[in-house]
């Protein structure tokens, strides 16, 4: 209630609630509840349950949808509703093989598209990292030479994309490779 309360606009603090809804019936699938839950933040700042608990989860809202994404290893998810795309943000914050996939688009809805699976894709890994915009967002790329999804490793761990698109949103989970991932809207 706190956290929801800090919002100052109804639209956020109804989507901070819809996406507590969504954590506490994903973890009262492993029997714990949300209101009993105590809250930490790692070393770098990114939410967890104090205990040692094997549940890892991210949530991520825009528009009137919020996402959460839960797994048993380190998880980062992104949403994104559909909006003009500001092109010279692809120009600002990607690296060039991003550059040259979203600008590859032979119409602006293609580019649009692409911008945004490219944005989500970035966001959904950091957030997985749990450094958020801390890392410069240039500095590691979600495409290959051909434009595929591409997830980068950190050392010897491995990532990958779940990505899926719903009418005007956009959207991806990133998490490791071995472990399995479920995600929810609403």
Known sequence: KEKILKYRFAKDRNLSLGAAVLLDEALKEKGFREKDMIYLENEKGKPEFAGNIPF??????????ALLAVSDFPVGCDIQEEKDADLR??????????????????????????????????????KMLGEGLARSMDS?????????????????????????????YYLCVCA???????????
């Open 176 to 186: 490791e490779r071995k472990g399995g991932v479920g995600w929810r809207l609403r």
């Open 140 to 168: 590691y790329c979600v495409v290959n030479k051909n434009g595929r999804a591409e997830c980068p490793a950190e050392g010897d761990t491995a990532y990958r994309f779940f990505e899926n698109t719903l009418p005007g």
């Open 89 to 126: 943000m692809a120009e600002r914050w990607f690296s060039e093989d991003e550059k040259r996939y979203v600008f590859a688009g032979k119409r602006e809805a293609e580019r649009k598209k692409r911008f945004y699976r490219c944005w989500t894709r970035k966001e959904s890994f950091v």
């Open 56 to 65: 890892f989860f991210n949530i991520s809202h825009s528009g009137t949808m």
